[in-house]
């Protein structure tokens, strides 16, 4: 019999300036790596075009998402701009770590840092930069969703939200995509080998011990 | 301008069970990794067949290693089967992790237990393990470079050995070539991109607050 690593599922915090391509890479990861899933997000902002209720997000009111954070039910959640509200469910989260499956979370940097001040959980974080402010205003141009005044307000965001690089964990430049997502893939696969997340550690003992 | 991250050279303390493929892979990784280099080991013993001194280890007599060991030149030093030292020198480490390259050093489960306990050394840590003792066998059994005698020897070590996993940061199970290749692969770039490790990030944060 040949004996088989199986490690705890991690919860993978990723972050990083909108328009760092952050959402392409997860998407590439997601589609790319087995046993790795995503984990949905609330948010009472207005569904774009194209995005799907129960895919993209949970679209859903003020009252509700008010509501859930009453009930506790979130692991963390944050008001983005002073407008919308975005959260992350324990729900969406735990049992799939339980069932030994990496689980990312695209959380804004806001949200990033709660969680990291909070210190109760347990995860890896991951901040994506872009290799220049100059090149995060083109992204912003070129993906032609917000309107010059938009911009300027996302590029002093993103100028302000470099400085916590600090405190994360793993930090990618993803200035060609091939290789931020080689990158992100190269994070991912070497929390499995950690020996501290192993849940067959005593079993390869015995494997070993028995032959 | 775009940012490159520089990161501070790391020490990978790669160690496994005789017969483990640990050399073959190093070997694979060396080749193919950019900015990896091998620590090259001290020991007493006769070079094998092919081996190159200077190249595979620095073959030195027991009076030259015993006087490296009383002027502390060593990081770590063994006596392997109460026979023959081993032994890695400062020299052959320090400089190339201050030159920002990633070195590999190849030793065996007592002598990286050792440095462990000693504590004085900052190093990842990387334990590959057969799939099973039954394959061990057969693959010392086809290298054909030991008695039977010597073989049964090298299996009881090993299933003493396996018992140290639980002291090493990482573990890799070399069942397929290829795929714990890859997996080495990933715990070398992964710590790549630690921020801890960063050596520019004052240059980052300077880099985005200036454009």
Do not use: C, W
Request: proline letters at 2%; hydrophobic letters at 35%; zero cysteines.
């Amino acid at each position: 019999m040949k004996i088989n690593l199986k490690h705890k599922g991690e919860l993978f915090i990723i972050s990083a300036p909108s328009g760092s391509g952050k959402s392409t890479l997860i998407k590439l990861l997601l589609e790319q790596v087995e046993n790795l899933e995503y984990s949905i997000s609330y948010t009472t902002r207005e569904p774009r075009k194209g995005e799907v209720n129960g895919k993209d997000y949970f679209f859903v009111s003020e009252k509700e998402f008010e509501k859930m954070i009453e009930s506790n039910e979130f692991i963390e959640y944050a008001r983005v701009f002073d407008k919308f509200y975005y959260g992350t469910a324990k729900k969406q989260v735990y049992s799939r770590i339980e069932q030994g499956k990496d689980v990312i979370m695209d959380i804004d940097v806001q949200g990033a840092y709660q969680i990291m001040e909070k210190g109760n959980l347990d995860f890896t974080s991951i901040f994506i930069i872009p290799p220049s402010i100059e090149e995060l205003k083109k992204r912003l141009i070129d993906r032609g969703r917000d309107s010059m005044e938009e911009i300027e307000k996302r590029l002093i965001t993103a100028k302000n939200e470099i400085k916590y690089l600090r405190y994360f964990d793993y930090v990618v430049v993803n200035d060609i995509l091939e290789e931020a997502l080689s990158s992100l893939k190269s994070i991912i696969f070497s929390e499995r080998h950690k020996v501290k997340r192993l849940v067959n550690e005593e079993e390869i003992y015995k494997h070993f011990a028995e032959e």
